[in-house]
């Protein structure tokens, strides 16, 4: 059946084309100030706004409206409220009024704080957020009228992930105006960041999935010998997608583009049963909500399929790891794209202080950077060969590395690198014209032709932090060139010495070469970039003088908020990994050595029932077999026992950032000590009685 993706589009949410249609004159240019300008819209206005949206929802079909907002907690919240009002002689009418379209209230106690709030307190707040449309779910509860809103705490701390970003956002708002005005441009009235994030997935067939325990669980597999096949062929990147799989993809599509997300790519990625999809990049925020929309989507519409999609960075052993590609850049309301360098970069001035401030701000908060894109499920994909390493460098490419160095030589004339042409040699292709730069996989921070491609991010994670730290330290390069380049006398002559000064103190952030190589990690530690392997390591970054000095000055993050934000990563990782450990205690013992005791014990039965029928019989194998298969329980049984006490021992840890490094350096290699001879038992017992499907089952089975 074909889509009309021209009319679908947006069909499900409440636009500006659709206020402009539905709200009088007046009340949509207030609308509109105020989206643009900020301020409050009065409450005669709100009333009308609420009334015009309810109507539109329930001509969707829907029946209840929902604050939709994002906790700390990583996905997003709603508690669905019917439109109907208090019934009257047996009837009822529809009712959205202004007060309940701007302010909402939820338990904030029953969401991470951090010790922000009180467990015996429970007022919290949720706020329109006006620059992000309403929309409708169609979902099996009903349709829902979702309203994307901000969640604060009774004393006015963020409690969510929306309000830093919104913060964020302002912050270089207004320093990118300033360095915008130095060059005289006084056409644009705001700068703001675009981000288009590439998502990869998994699928797997439900049934198979509802066998494994710990996908169920964690997401992930916590036990699971390799299959015969991988990856190693490269067949499945880009190959031709199979029909389920395909099937899953067009409804994706379909249900993206009527939530008004400008889905355009799809294709298998690199593992088996591996896929990715793609938006164009559009405004920071919308981005942010758009892809926490997409993987509820995606999970939702997989289902329909008999499939359950997988966000886990690293659901499978062995195999390519999943990620989420943050393209990021800065733009005006004019079109501009400060991050375009245009046909000449190496005259480009606006474009070469920007770069610079952009190096300068990667080479500063790399620690930071690298926090934002901490999530427990990233430990097992970062510094992976297909992952980035968990060192942040910048890539330019040859062209701009040359313009680079350059200006930090004092070159009297900078000179510009020519792309070439490549000609294929076939006569009837034509010959195309060459990037001067080759793009470069294993850099986390890469430039890509006019935006820069953060590719830490892991796929289930929300994009919202690592783009609130990217505003935050742009931002705050930005202001320190302002402050400077405002008093110069001479602003050309200024403008070239901080370009010049930037690059030169903050060049060792640039590298070109291979960051999978243990070359590179020695090169990093000499050249003084911090190497920061796990979230356990990174998560100090939030709290140190120079990162609270940032966050204050824009008023992005109080200390308080910052503070907050490391205890619920440190309890989140401890959480995350006891339910994993709990999870193989759970499948140890009921599913993987009853089975492998079964094993032995028909292995042996057969052995004598041979021997009994043929005392001359030849039962080496056998016998080889059961013994090798004995040492393996046994060894999986000692590993069982060793973990349970360890758990008791460090959950009785008081400090939890204390619990969380106790958990990763001494649980987490007991975890792999248990999985170690169960997966070699996996190769060893019969295949009919082993308790779950395997990784050739789940990977290629779909």
Known sequence: MSVNVTEIFGSNVFSTAVMRERLPKGVFQEVMDVM?????????????????MKDWAVEKGATHYTHWFQPLTGITAEKHDAFITRPEDGKT???????????????????????????HYARGYTAWDMTSPAFVKEMTAGTILCIPTIFVSYTGEALDKKTPLLRSMEAINTQGLRILRLFGNTEAQKVFPSVGPE????????????????????????????????????????????????????DLNEELWKLGIPATTQHNEVAPAQHEMAPIYTMCNLAVDQNQLTMETMKRVATRHGLVCLLHEKPYAGVNGSGKHNNWSIGTDTGENLLDPGDTPNENLQFLLVLSCIMKAVDTHADLLRQSASCVGNEHRLGGQEAPPAIISIFLGDQLESVVDQIISNAESVKLLAS???????????VLNKDATDRNR?????????????????????????????????????????????????????????IHDNMAQ?????????????????????????NLASLVDAVPALTTEKAVKLFTKFGIYTQSELEARADIMYETYVKTIKI????????????????????????????????????????????????????????????LEQLKPLMDRVDAIQDVKEMAIAYRTAVVPAMDALRYP???????VDKSIWPVPTYGDLMFEV
């Not at 964690?218 to 299959?227: K, Q, S, V």
């Not at 796929?459 to 990217?470: C, K, Q």
């Not at 169960?678 to 060893?684: G, V």
Request: net charge negative; charged share 20%.
């Open 506 to 530: 903050h060049q060792r952030i640039i590298f070109n070469g291979d960051g999978y190589s243990d070359e590179w990690v020695a090169e990093a530690a000499r050249r003084g970039l911090p």
């Open 93 to 119: 009418i529809l009712q959205l009024t202004g007060k309940q379209l701007i302010m909402g209230e939820s338990d904030a106690s029953s969401f991470p704080s951090g010790g922000l709030r009180s467990t």
């Open 36 to 52: 643009k300008h900020g301020g409050n819209i009065s409450m005669a206005t709100a009333d009308i706004v609420a009334n015009a």
């Open 580 to 639: 994993e450990a709990n999870t193989m205690i759970h499948m140890a013992a009921k599913h993987y050595i009853p089975t492998v005791i079964g094993y032995t014990t028909r292995l042996a039965q057969s052995i004598t029932a041979v021997a009994s029928a043929c005392p001359e019989a030849e039962l080496s194998v056998q016998r080889g077999l059961l013994k090798d298969v004995s040492a393996r329980l046994a060894e999986a049984s000692a590993a």
């Open 442 to 498: 294993t850099t986390p921070f890469a430039f890509t032709g006019n935006k820069f491609e953060f590719r830490m991010v892991g796929s289930s994670d929300s994009i919202a932090d690592a783009n609130t730290t990217l505003n935050a330290i742009v931002a705050e390069a930005l202001c320190e060139a302002a402050d400077q380049l405002e008093q110069a006398g001479d602003f050309n002559a200024a403008c070239t010495k901080l």
């Open 199 to 250: 998502q990869e997935y998994f699928l797997v067939d439900r049934e198979k999935y509802l066998k494994r325990r710990d996908l169920i669980y964690t997401g992930r597999t916590l036990f699971g010998a390799p299959a015969p096949k991988g990856q190693e062929l490269e067949d499945q990147y880009f190959g031709v997608i199979r029909d389920r799989v395909g099937s899953f993809m067009s």
């Open 420 to 430: 070439g042409k490549l000609d294929s040699g076939v006569s009837t292709v034509p």
């Open 678 to 684: 169960i997966d070699q038992l996996e190769l060893m």
